[in-house]
């Protein structure tokens, strides 16, 4: 019989009953973890049966968490990169801001709440000779319009003292493919960027993808070579859009500590901020 493929659910579960009492669910991904030896039945003394992890299982909930820690360092690094290389090009920038943004509600019935930015006018009453007369169309309905809370990787822009040159820009980091392609299935995650600033690009490694698997709205950097030595690329320009800071932009930056270099001449690395983002309730 061949092993059970695992899942993150099986993992989820592993972890979950390494921090219980370990009391049964008696569902199929115990059966699969039984099955695979990453977990055993064993009797608390009183009668009742009660899940315990293998070594096997500790192993793999031990090798999942520094695979995860891997991740988010070479993703962080990255990140790092990148703003050390936007702070080259004269721009102030920001890591993990918490913004609120506003979207398009499309699913919302008209009156569905009051965040719709314009009425909807009565439609005209129909004609003797059809629904709708020539002359007259019926309005579209009003799209709403709803607040949700944005958290671009790096955040930025220039450094002047007149506000239309400011060219804000989001710049979101990928270090795999399974977290770009998870990033552009949620549609109103990228309209939120979008809403914040004026250009927003997508920043990965080389190979991670094609630019042509971008929407073409949003521009593409990519870094050729290894995280500590690699050169960055553009691609492909974002579209450029009109931005004009919103006020509650200009609260977070206000209350927010933008990156700074070392100290020290000649070194790549960034400053750790101690002060956590910035929210906005």
Request: contains cysteine; hydrophobic residues 40%.
């Given at each position: 019989m ?9 993992r989820?579960r ?6 219980s009492?370990?009391?049964p669910?008696?569902d199929?991904?115990e059966?699969?973890?039984?099955a695979a030896g ?6 608390d003394?009183?009668g009742?049966?009660?899940?315990k ?11 999942s ?5 891997r991740s988010?360092?070479a993703h962080d690094r990255?990140?790092?990169r990148?703003?050390l290389h ?8 920001w890591?993990?801001l ?6 398009d509600?499309?699913?919302a019935?008209p009156?569905?709440?009051?965040t ?10 129909p004609t ?6 020539e002359d007259e169309?019926?309005a579209p309905a009003?799209?709403k319009r709803?607040w ?7 955040f930025s822009?220039?450094?002047?003292s ?6 804000p ?8 493919r ?12 990228r309209?939120?960027y979008q809403?914040?600033c ?8 080389a190979g991670v ?10 521009g ?5 070579g290894?995280l500590?030595e690699?050169?960055f690329?553009l691609?492909r ?5 009109p931005?004009?800071l919103?006020f ?10 933008p990156l700074?270099r070392?100290?020290?001449p ?6 750790d901020?101690?002060q956590?983002p910035?929210?906005?309730?």
């Amino acid at each position: 019989m061949s092993a059970p493929t695992l899942t993150r659910s099986h993992r989820s579960r592993l972890l979950q009953i390494w921090r219980s009492a370990g009391w049964p669910c008696k569902d199929g991904l115990e059966i699969d973890l039984l099955a695979a030896g990453l977990l055993r039945q064993q009797d608390d003394g009183a009668g009742r049966e009660t899940l315990k992890l293998t070594e096997a299982g500790i192993e793999l909930l031990a090798e999942s968490r520094q695979r995860g820690l891997r991740s988010a360092s070479a993703h962080d690094r990255l990140a790092q990169r990148f703003a050390l290389h936007l702070m080259d090009m004269g721009r102030i920038v920001w890591r993990e801001l918490s913004l609120r943004a506003q979207v398009d509600d499309e699913d919302a019935p008209p009156a569905a709440t009051a965040t719709t930015e314009t009425a909807v006018p009565d439609a005209p009453a129909p004609t003797a000779h059809g629904l709708w007369s020539e002359d007259e169309t019926p309005a579209p309905a009003a799209i709403k319009r709803v607040w949700r809370m944005a958290r671009p990787d790096l955040f930025s822009v220039r450094q002047t003292s007149v506000e239309r040159y400011l060219q804000p820009m989001v710049h979101e980091i990928k270090f795999s493919r399974a977290d770009l392609l998870s990033d552009l299935r949620h549609a109103a995650k990228r309209q939120a960027y979008q809403w914040l600033c004026s250009e927003v690009y997508y920043v990965f490694p080389a190979g991670v993808a094609k630019p042509n698997e971008i929407p073409t709205q949003f521009g593409v950097w990519v870094m050729h070579g290894d995280l500590d030595e690699g050169q960055f690329e553009l691609l492909r320009p974002a579209r450029h859009q009109p931005c004009k800071l919103p006020f509650a932009v200009w609260l977070a930056l206000a209350k927010a500590t933008p990156l700074q270099r070392e100290a020290e001449p000649g070194q790549g690395a960034l400053a750790d901020v101690d002060q956590p983002p910035a929210q906005l309730s």
